[in-house]
């Protein structure tokens, strides 16, 4: 895996937070950007515990929060319209063709979006 930006799905974090040793050496020296819906995600889980919160408040600190753009807006239209993606994985998914930068993420909805850069995460393999 190349490059050194990369934009992370949910799920990814989620596997991060609970020590994945392969992703953390996936990501390590890479800018990791999430899209704003990721970030609400985290922090909006219920019965969420104050050491859950903290991790998520400092994983955030060391991420690029992407907040939603005109640009992002045009393409989740096109995306949501033309693959029938979630709301969310369509946002997330127009937030990395706009950034033209690799979505990892675990979630093999995405496949269908044949225009995005997916780097495909199985949590028990490791990268497919």
């Known amino acids: 895996m190349s490059g050194k930006e990369i934009l992370v799905d949910t799920n ?4 991060l937070l609970n020590g ?6 996936i990501l390590q020296g890479k800018t990791i950007h999430l899209s704003f819906i990721t ?3 985290l922090v909006g889980f ?12 400092d994983l ?3 991420c690029t ?10 393409k989740y239209i096109e995306i949501r319209r033309k693959y029938h993606l979630k709301l969310a994985d369509a ?9 033209d930068i690799p979505l990892i993420s675990a979630d093999k909805q995405f496949k269908t979006v044949k225009e995005l850069n997916l780097i495909t995460y199985q949590h028990n393999t490791g990268i497919n």
């Open 12 to 15: 990814i974090v989620l596997y």
């Open 20 to 25: 994945s040793d392969t992703l953390e050496t």
């Open 39 to 41: 970030e609400l995600e």
């Open 46 to 57: 219920r019965n969420i515990t104050d050491k859950e919160e903290q991790q998520i408040a």
């Open 60 to 62: 955030l600190i060391e």
């Open 65 to 74: 929060i992407v907040s939603l753009n005109n640009r992002i807006k045009e």
């Open 91 to 99: 946002i997330i998914a127009a937030t990395s063709l706009v950034l």
